[in-house]
């Protein structure tokens, strides 16, 4: 390491530092400081640790967009076709994430969760969710009656429920702040308030030029979420995926009415989309919150209903996948923009899971906005997707559950990283 850097590594000794007028050389790059990219960081220092890596994150702080305003859910990988990378990486991520926090101090609880059966007619997809889990090797999964259902939510109804044991929750905003701090101390550099606005790529090296400075790199990894197709695409590629964004509205519960859920209570999921459906979720501060539904935004990183982009809205619905998907799947499209624009359309959602929950026990709550990749045939990108180029790795879809997975995606991603550019 040069003495140049390693003056600087002490001064940056913790992520948030910002630098002027540099001009560095590294072996890697990463970009996007969300809980993904700083997984990827983290595992390639520790795999590598003389490796000199930066993270360029364009917000003043790491996790601030998806990773910052997600549910929190530690996933236990139920819903996931047997086999794919979701249900692989969700399965080892979430019992890295347990044991991430149990070693870091960073809150969290093993709560478990059941998913609830309203109707006869849902009993085929929650048995089918038995299997998968099962399939999936997700441990200590159990069909509860009606009465053992009350014994674990007494508040809750329905004809049958999966009992999930392992289920948790936590706050993912602390754990890539303690990703950052892990990759500092390994040497590595994360580098907020540095947007990527431009990609040159040259024959030895790559060069991105950011809103401080210019970062020449041999490898780059592009973790930038909601913006991974269009740094894609700033580099000359051309993606066959588009990033389209979908806003997710909670409400919360408010304190007097929070005993009516002791733990997290989910609908059975329509297999094709189990992302949606609102739900409860007692969250690892001990709030309780409801939702998200799933409407599409008119701005990439817009948290108000009425937050609009020109350039986003125009690529969304330019994009020929788009109007595919939409369609194809119209009918859930309106039911979800009925959540949106209809408090009561929300509550009775809410009230076929706990029957006692009334309107005014809700108030408005955050929101987040999800990156849903969509290929150009109109196919919503079910699996994590990563993809590979010449001197790039782009992680086109990562969705629910990446925050539960960023562990195993991370090893993933370092080891595909490896056998691409011949690390180690
Ligand atoms: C409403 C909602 C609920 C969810 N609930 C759960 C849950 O309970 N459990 C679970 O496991 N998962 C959940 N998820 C999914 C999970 O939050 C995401 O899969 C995960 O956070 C994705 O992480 P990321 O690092 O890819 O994206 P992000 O966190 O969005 O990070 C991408 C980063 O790239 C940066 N960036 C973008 N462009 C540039 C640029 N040009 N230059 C530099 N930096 C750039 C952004 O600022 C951002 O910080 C939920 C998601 C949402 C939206």
Not at 123 to 139: D, F, I, Q
């Amino acid at each position: 390491m040069s003495l140049q850097k390693a003056a600087r590594l002490r001064l940056s000794g913790r992520a948030g530092c910002t630098f002027a007028n540099m001009n560095d050389s590294y072996d890697v790059a990463v970009i996007g400081g969300g809980i993904v990219g700083l997984a990827v960081a983290r595992e390639i220092k520790r795999r590598f640790p003389r490796m000199e890596l930066v993270v360029l994150e364009k917000e003043v702080r790491v996790g601030m967009h998806q990773s910052g305003h997600n549910s929190g859910v530690i996933h236990s990988g139920v819903y996931y076709k047997p086999g794919s990378l979701k249900a692989k990486l969700c399965v080892a991520g979430a019992a890295a994430m347990v044991e991430f926090c149990r070693e870091h101090g960073v809150p969290f609880a093993v709560c478990g969760k059941v998913i609830v059966a309203t109707s006869d007619d849902q009993m085929p997809r929650l048995r089918n969710l038995l299997e998968r889990g099962n399939a999936n090797g997700v441990l200590g999964l159990r069909m509860l009656s009606p009465e053992q259902l009350r014994e674990f939510e007494p508040h809750a109804s329905g004809v049958a429920a999966l009992l999930v044991p392992g289920t948790g929750v936590t706050d993912y905003a602390k754990v890539c702040e303690k990703y950052a701090e892990l990759i500092a101390n390994q040497g590595g550099e994360v580098r907020t308030s540095s947007k990527v606005l431009g990609i040159r790529a040259g024959e030895s090296e790559t060069v991105l030029e950011t809103e401080k400075h210019t970062v020449r790199t041999r490898a780059v990894i592009n973790c930038a979420g909601l913006f991974s197709d269009r740094i894609s695409r700033m580099a000359g590629e051309h993606p066959d995926v588009q990033v389209v964004p979908f806003r997710g509205e909670y409400y919360d519960l408010v304190p007097e009415r929070a005993r009516l859920v002791k733990t997290l209570i989910y609908p059975v999921p329509d297999p094709r989309f189990p992302f949606l459906g609102v739900h409860f979720t007692r969250r690892v501060h001990g709030n309780v919150d409801a939702g998200p539904n799933a409407m599409l935004a008119f701005k990439r990183e817009g948290y108000r209903s009425g937050d609009f982009n020109l350039r986003d809205t125009v690529e969304s619905l330019t994009f020929p996948g788009f109007w595919r998907v939409a369609g194809k799947h119209w009918r859930m499209g309106k039911d979800e923009a009925q959540r949106s624009v209809s408090k009561a359309s929300f509550v009775a959602g809410l009230q076929r899971l706990v029957p006692e929950v009334r309107a005014e026990d809700l108030v408005p709550g955050g929101s987040g906005v999800r990156a849903q990749a969509i290929h150009r045939s109109g196919e919503l990108v079910d699996d994590f997707q990563f993809t590979q180029t010449k001197r790039m790795l782009h992680l086109y879809n990562v969705p629910s559950p990446a925050a539960t997975a960023s562990i195993a995606i991370g090893g993933a991603v370092v080891e595909m990283a490896a056998g691409v550019w011949g690390w180690g």
